[in-house]
């Protein structure tokens, strides 16, 4: 969402000081928030209140919207929030966002992320998950013979409630005054914005300690202050023909215990225009890559400098326990458009081998292969 960067200091400047003079410190954060709220998603708000104008007169209109008829708990929950939005913060009452809210806003993250959609989410009402990393044992033997073999497998069990994702966010005056169904339409809309980048970041460079293990750490190798180590940054990767990809490929199906079909090329925005678009199409556009069920996507929240490649839904995560309450402290002017939503997460890939990283700088620009036939003279013409 584009912000009008003079507006957006000038409503920093008056929600600081809203912060530092009010009484009710639970109200002047709700009041400044809605100072910096109005300027930050000033066309996201106008876009809702047309949408809503338009609704209430045109009934074909209404339903091209696809607003969610909503169950009790979520109008318990949205009431609350725009009706006292001090009352829900504070956690007095209404506090904890129904988890039905948390897996409609996660499945449209999956949708329109670039990563994400290759992310397995656990549901939120969900504090354990298991993930296994499948071996490849197998046995023969006769049809009375009691079992030999058994298919192995190394199982994790992630325990959801380690981690505190946070988020941001309070209903506008604009849209408390709204229907409930466009008061869910807004939140979700913010939600998903803030929960986007928090998972990708925790996806991709979570250190594991209060953190998602992001693919770009060591699941079970961990640094002296609790973080867990880099993988190595492989520089063998310099193109995408086939002998380059070779060491990938063994990597990623663990000397060939496993078969892979479909692979995902993440890099930085920047990262894809100088090295990765150059290495892996032609003049015209074609994907020169000798492994063809490869998808390259970019990724603000990817480092600079590094890329990984991945196999899709090799990687868990969850998110349980939505709730909002109360900033403790008077904020600083780069944070004053605080509303803390903090909620139980975690995640981590099946095992290291579902990611090889590697310096995306190593690769080459591809050159056409030229070939010269040489014609000889046909003799007695």
């Given at each position: ?32 928030m809605e100072k910096i709220n109005e300027v930050q998603y ?180 961990n640094n002296e202050d609790g973080t867990h180590k880099d ?14 990809l070779a060491g990938m490929k063994k990597y990623l199906t ?128």
């Amino acid at each position: 969402m584009k912000v009008n960067e003079t507006k957006m200091k000038q409503a920093q400047e008056e929600a600081l000081k809203i912060l530092q003079e009010g009484e009710d410190k639970s109200q002047a954060i709700i009041d400044a928030m809605e100072k910096i709220n109005e300027v930050q998603y000033a066309d996201l708000i106008a876009e809702i209140e047309e949408q809503s104008a338009k609704a209430e007169s045109d009934t074909a209109y209404a339903k091209s919207l696809g607003l969610r008829t909503l169950s009790k708990e979520e109008k318990t929950f949205y009431e609350a929030l725009k009706n006292d939005p001090k009352q829900a913060i504070t956690g007095n009452q209404i506090d904890i966002m129904p988890n039905t809210i948390i897996d409609i806003t996660l499945e449209d993250i999956k949708k329109e992320s670039g990563i994400l959609s290759y992310i397995n989410f656990a549901p939120a009402n969900v504090k354990k998950w298991i993930t296994a990393s499948k071996t490849g044992a197998y046995s023969w033997g006769a049809l009375t013979e009691k079992i030999k073999g058994e298919l192995t497998a190394s199982f994790a069990v992630l325990n959801m409630e380690v981690s505190k994702l946070t988020v941001y966010m309070i209903i506008p005056k604009a849209i408390r005054d709204l229907a409930l169904p466009f008061v869910d339409k807004y939140c979700r809309e913010i939600l998903k914005e803030q929960l986007n980048d928090g998972l990708e970041y925790g996806a991709l460079q979570g250190t594991g300690k209060n953190e998602p293990v992001g693919m770009y750490k060591q699941i079970a190798s961990n640094n002296e202050d609790g973080t867990h180590k880099d993988k190595t940054v492989n520089t063998d990767l310099t193109s995408f023909k086939p002998k380059a990809l070779a060491g990938m490929k063994k990597y990623l199906t663990k000397n060939g215990m496993r078969t892979i079909d479909k692979l995902v090329l993440v890099c930085h925005p920047n990262d894809e225009a100088d090295y990765v678009a150059p290495a892996i199409y032609d003049d015209e556009g074609r994907l020169v890559a000798s492994y063809k069920n490869l998808e390259v996507r970019t990724c603000a929240n990817n480092p600079q400098g590094k890329a990984l490649i991945f196999i899709p839904n090799k990687y868990t995560m969850g998110l349980t326990g939505l709730g909002f309450k109360e900033y403790d402290q008077t904020m600083a002017l780069d944070d004053a458009d605080v509303i803390i939503g903090k909620g139980y997460a975690n995640g981590r890939a099946s095992d290291d081998n579902i990611a090889y990283v590697f310096d995306v700088t190593k690769l080459e620009e591809y050159v056409p292969t030229v070939r010269v036939v040489k014609e000889e003279a046909v003799q007695g013409a």
